[in-house]
Each structure stands twice: as C-alpha cells, then as structure tokens.
C-alpha cells in the first residue's frame, strides 16, 4: 500500500509561481513512474507531466511546457512540481501518483487545489 501526499497548492495571480511536493510512504517506489494530473471542474482527470524512476526522463503536454518542471528524490521518494508562468486555465486540483509499466497508480492522494486568478 502507497500513501501520497500533496502539498504547495495555493491562490496564486496569473504568472505567478507555484511549488507542489508529492510525499510517499508505505512503499520503495524502485522503477515506478511517477506524475502529476490535474483535474480541473467538470474536466477528466489528466496526466500532466511523469518522470521515470531509471533514468530521469520526462513527459510534458503541450501546454505546461516551458513552464512547469518536474522533478523527484528516489532516495526520499518524493517529488515535485515547480510551477512558473501561471495561467488562469492551470486552476484545478493537482494529483501525484506513481504507476508501473502500464498499469494503473497504486494509489492517489487528496489532491491540492491550485488557483490562477487573472
């Protein structure tokens, strides 16, 4: 069983900047992918950046791009989200989860809830 938790979240004006930490316990998350989605009011739920356990490698969408930058400490098993360049739309409630291969997260925390006011 994995826990994770997410903090940083806040009210923030557009092109501000944000931090987001994910803790973990429970689990060595050795060659687990991990990531963020947010979900945003009446949205899905949607994979936003990951970064693998191994080498480092990162995924972006398009949109966060330039912008956000993920990062993780294998040996703390933690993770975080710098978040710069803020804009109205990246409101929503920010996720960390961590998967293996192609399966699903082992788990998801509360979430934290991000706002952009323009």
């Known amino acids: 069983q994995v826990q994770l938790v997410e903090s940083g979240g806040g009210l923030v004006q557009a092109g501000g900047s944000l931090r987001l930490s994910c803790a973990t316990s429970?689990?060595?998350?050795?060659?687990?992918?991990m990531g963020w989605f947010r979900q945003a009011p009446g949205e899905e739920r949607e994979l936003i950046t990951a970064i693998a356990w191994s080498d480092g490698s990162t995924y972006y969408i398009d949109s966060v791009k330039g912008r956000f930058t993920i990062s993780r400490d294998n040996a703390k098993n933690t993770m975080s989200l710098q978040m710069n360049s803020l804009k109205p739309e990246d409101t929503a409630v920010y996720y960390c989860?961590?998967?293996?291969?192609?399966?699903?997260?082992?788990?998801w925390g509360q979430g934290t809830q991000v706002t952009v006011s323009s």
């Open positions: 989860a961590a998967w293996f291969g192609s399966d699903p997260p082992v788990g």
């Open positions: 429970g689990r060595t998350l050795s060659n687990y992918t």
